[in-house]
């Protein structure tokens, strides 16, 4: 038995998933503007709750201060790389000496960092008291308190990598691993947001098995691919911080050339991506017709995968400008979880009861 249509829980689930997107754009826009070392020290900034908005305000030593604390944090987290069998990681953060420089203050950057760190913050908070609602449906749907117990841990560990990833200096590799565990917690969100719903178990899709099947493997493909994009762009994201250093802000137009195989990557399983999303939306139209509501979320989802591309064109015939990057990284997330809730939509009805089979046969129109 699902949250009755008053409950507050299915609101917050929403509410906080909305949220946990809008941290994502944010992120978004720390990498674009190169802000994520605005704050050379975690949870803090400059060791203040609230930061300075004047380079007089620091020590003249600050960059000593900041670089040894980084190498005292880096020391214990190479021992516990090692101690888990990651000897390679952890003699290859020991030997980059590029993870001890540090930046020149910059007041719009740290500000940027800062407030990003408290929208993440509050986010987490939202996300705990998403948990705290859930114990209300121990009895009824057991899943929704785990899974959201689950979000609660990962995003305590998503604070600890984070951490790790500013006392590395941005280490590529550990970006990627944060973007990771990031997608993990929106699908969990997704599917609490989904469970939560009053309407869930009373609405469904009924297919034969064949045209079920082809549907829910195609999904899953998408889902997998989207996934591997999403990170693979985030690799192109980190090479543009070495290629940044290298060639320098006034030589953007060259940025593109010198990104490599991992960019030729990116950009070729795109087209394979829009295929698929064209593939799924004529299906959909066969299975539901025009008007049924997989067909519009699956048409909706095609309208954001041609945007991604728009966007990800724009970033590479136009110098990656700031502004595009993180609308490319939105677009990604969001049609990731568009995936996710079409295949737990399609999914609803082989978890539903037989004897109420019947009354889902009207939902592909709802």
Not at 48 to 59: G, M, R, Y
Not at 83 to 88: A, D, E, I, T, Y
Not at 120 to 149: H, M, P
Request: charged share 15%; glycine share 6%.
């Amino acid at each position: 038995m699902n949250p009755t249509p008053n409950s507050l829980f299915p609101k917050l689930s929403v509410a906080t998933l909305v949220a946990v997107y809008l941290l994502i754009l944010v992120g978004g826009i720390v990498r674009s503007t190169g802000s994520g070392m605005g704050c050379p020290d975690w949870p803090k900034c400059f060791n203040s709750w609230v930061p300075p908005t004047e380079v007089s305000q620091l020590p003249e030593n600050y960059k000593e201060i900041y670089a040894q604390k980084r190498a005292e944090k880096n020391s214990r987290f190479t021992a516990y790389l090692e101690q888990l069998g990651f000897k390679n990681l952890s003699d290859r953060v020991k030997s980059d000496k590029s993870i001890l420089e540090e930046e020149d203050f910059n007041a719009s950057k740290t500000w940027i960092e800062y407030v990003n760190r408290l929208i993440g913050a509050v986010i987490g908070l939202l996300i705990f008291a998403t948990f705290l609602a859930s114990l209300k449906q121990l009895q009824s749907d057991r899943s929704l308190v785990w899974v959201s117990g689950a979000a609660v841990v990962l995003v305590g560990f998503q604070g600890w990598i984070g951490s790790i990833v500013v006392s590395t200096n941005l280490l590529p590799g550990m970006i990627t691993f944060h973007m990771l565990i990031a997608l993990i917690i929106v699908s969990l969100l997704i599917y609490v947001a989904f469970r939560a719903q009053p309407s869930v178990l009373s609405k469904g899709n009924s297919l034969p098995k064949k045209e079920f099947g082809q549907l829910n493997t195609l999904l899953i493909v998408l889902v997998l691919l989207t996934l591997g994009q999403i990170l693979l762009g985030t690799q192109v994201r980190e090479s543009v911080d070495i290629v940044t250093k290298e060639l320098g802000e006034n030589q953007r137009q060259q940025w593109i050339e010198s990104l490599g195989s991992v960019f030729t990557w990116h950009r070729s399983l795109s087209l394979i991506v829009i295929a698929a999303h064209l593939w799924l939306a004529a299906t959909m139209f066969q299975c539901f017709g025009k008007s049924g509501n997989l067909t519009k979320w699956s048409l909706v989802l095609v309208v954001i995968i041609g945007l991604e591309v728009v966007s990800g064109a724009i970033m590479a015939y136009f110098g990656i400008p700031r502004a595009a990057q993180p609308v490319h990284l939105l677009l990604a997330t969001v049609a990731f979880g568009i995936q996710l809730f079409l295949l737990m939509k399609l999914n609803l009805s082989r978890s539903i009861e037989p004897d109420i089979t019947e009354e889902i046969q009207e939902y592909a129109s709802y």
